[in-house]
């Protein structure tokens, strides 16, 4: 079965400053995986996807994710955080649709605090 | 495009009251999926459904129905509501999406209910 964790469930950053934030998940084959966003109130939106290819993805908002096979790993980061960058942010695993395998599999969520 | 719509956006209920809650898209996606969100949970899936008709169990089904009669909406249902059913209600719909030879399938979610059982 597959999983995700989310070591982090809080992190603040000062606005400016860089951002990593970590996932680490648990599947026997390549996975889909994914980092949603959700602002106060709001649904979740999704910032970008990996499922082949380069290991460095590029995502909206500036954000992008590098996925490491070896360490299971697809950790989130930006280059200098913006105050609307607060918010909490999902790392999701899937086992891809050729599997017969719809759905996904979400981390518990980091929360993200940006101080001026 | 109004994407996913979820109603209603607010609920309270008291403990054995029934109610359900409509999901409907317009982005003609073969897939639909109830999740539920709770604080230091993340998002858990409660029932899906691959097409009209179609349901399946997620991760946590116990106490809560769905229903897909239209490709467009997908219902859940909660017969006797139960405190711990106080939560905020997510749904999320996708199509599947193939590229470089491989299929995936990317949800897009609604904006929630939140749902408070007294």
């Known amino acids: 079965a597959q999983s995700v964790t989310q070591p982090d469930i809080h992190i603040t950053v000062s606005e400016g400053a860089s951002l990593e934030l970590r996932c680490n998940y648990s599947y026997g084959a390549t996975p889909y995986l994914f980092w949603y966003v959700q602002s106060p109130g709001q649904g979740l939106q999704l910032l970008l996807k990996?499922?082949?290819?380069?290991?460095l993805v590029q995502g909206i908002k500036g954000f992008e994710a590098e996925f490491k096979r070896s360490q299971s790993s697809f950790n989130l980061r930006k280059p200098s955080v913006h105050w609307s960058d607060a918010a909490e942010y999902f790392c999701a695993v899937g086992a891809g649709v050729n599997f017969g395998n719809e759905k996904l599999t979400f981390g518990t969520g980091t929360r993200l605090t940006i101080i001026p | 495009n109004a994407g996913v719509t979820q109603t209603p956006k607010f609920r309270v209920l008291k403990t054995g009251q029934s109610m359900t809650l409509l999901c409907a898209q317009d982005m003609n996606h073969e897939y639909m999926y109830w999740y539920r969100q709770d604080p230091g949970m993340g998002l858990r899936l409660i029932h899906y459904s691959v097409g009209e008709g179609t349901t399946a169990k997620g991760e946590v089904p116990d106490g809560y129905n769905v229903s897909r009669l239209k490709k467009q909406n997908f219902l859940l249902g909660l017969e006797s509501a139960a405190p711990s059913q106080t939560s905020v209600y997510f749904c999320a719909s996708s199509s599947r999406i193939r590229e470089d030879g491989r299929s995936y399938n990317e949800q897009f979610f609604g904006p929630g209910t939140r749902l408070t059982v007294l």
């Open positions: 990996y499922f082949s290819g380069d290991t």
